[in-house]
């Protein structure tokens, strides 16, 4: 398991500058097109009047919002994973549903913690693991896999 929701993806979206590769990607729809026992998923997505489950090719790579119009990513996704035994085969299932549902957090970060950051090839220090203030389980780096 690798903590990538404090990867760093670019410069942040700002007017009068050309948008990065993942901006570009978010405004354009592009879609995460991940696949489980060569099932496709299908992209689960609520508001705050409505949930709904798109069965299309992925979900979305980020969205724009509504209230500044800027792109957002989407750094975290749930999974949910349905499977029936096969019949006539024991100890082997077969995958009948495969639903990811994305979601994006900004993370407060624990700047204190010095050590959780490297250097990579293009001299910016970048975190490897960060210490994540009020972390969301998958996000906490001090539980054990």
């Known amino acids: 398991c690798e903590q990538v929701c404090v990867t760093h993806l670019g410069p942040v979206e700002r007017r009068g500058v050309t948008p990065n590769k993942v901006v570009r990607a978010i405004r354009g729809e592009y879609h ?13 997505a ?4 409505v949930e709904s489950t798109r069965y299309w090719q992925g979900f979305p790579v980020g969205f724009k919002s509504k209230e500044d119009d ?11 994973i349905d499977y029936h035994p096969v019949e ?4 082997q299932f077969r995958v009948v549903k495969f639903v990811i549902e994305p979601f994006s957090i900004q993370h407060e970060i624990d ?3 010095a050590d959780i950051y ?7 220090i970048k975190p490897k693991t960060a210490a994540i203030k009020h972390p969301i389980p998958s996000c906490d780096a001090t539980i054990p896999e």
């Open 118 to 124: 490297f250097y990579a090839d293009d001299d910016q």
């Open 32 to 44: 995460n097109n991940w696949i489980v026992d060569n099932l496709n998923s299908a992209s689960k």
């Open 70 to 80: 800027k792109a957002y990513v989407n750094n975290h996704v749930n999974l949910e």
């Open 111 to 113: 700047e204190s913690k």
């Open 88 to 91: 006539g085969q024991d100890g």
């Open 46 to 49: 609520e508001d705050d009047t």
